[in-house]
């Protein structure tokens, strides 16, 4: 049987990958997540995803592994996980009844060979109330988030409408990745 690796320590991917029935292990990377301000959206959260899937690859060289990244950009600036209440309340307001772009890049690596390719899913929100927000942001889920929200929990409430995959905003775009995980060669268990 083949290994397939999950080079992430997200909740959110995690699920993702468990809800496909498939059996993976998780390694999370560590690696450095900083990245060249003058890189576009795409060409950082592909960097990112391919040094997690790189660092995991290099100890399971036998092993189909998945690194991922997402990032918000609001007209081409990033918007990180935020550091704290006042940054993760900026970051809301600013997002407030506008559109944004959503990344993930994905790089998976196996003996086969490897692929590298990203997703981008456009997201409008609502126009957030300030009591809104400091709900939102004193539930505390928006820390651990790309742009401080997510739109899977409780973050829903926030987003107007998409376009796109959803689960691209979520952080993995499965059914793409299932693909190009074929194509490299995974034997998917019947």
Partial sequence: MQNLILASSSPRRKELLENLRLSFAISSSNVDESFHTEL???EVVMELAERKAQAVFKQNSDAFVIGADTIVALQSRIL???????EAVQMLKVLSGNKHEVYTGVCIISPMGSVKFYEKTEVWFWELTDDEIRFYVKSGEPFDKAGAYGIQELGSMLVKKINGDYFTVVGLPVARTLRELRRLGYQFPI
Avoid: C, I, L, T
């Avoid at 990180?80 to 006042?86: F, I, L, N, Q, S």
């Fill in 40 to 42: 576009a959206p795409e």
């Fill in 80 to 86: 990180g996980k935020p550091a704290d209440e006042a």
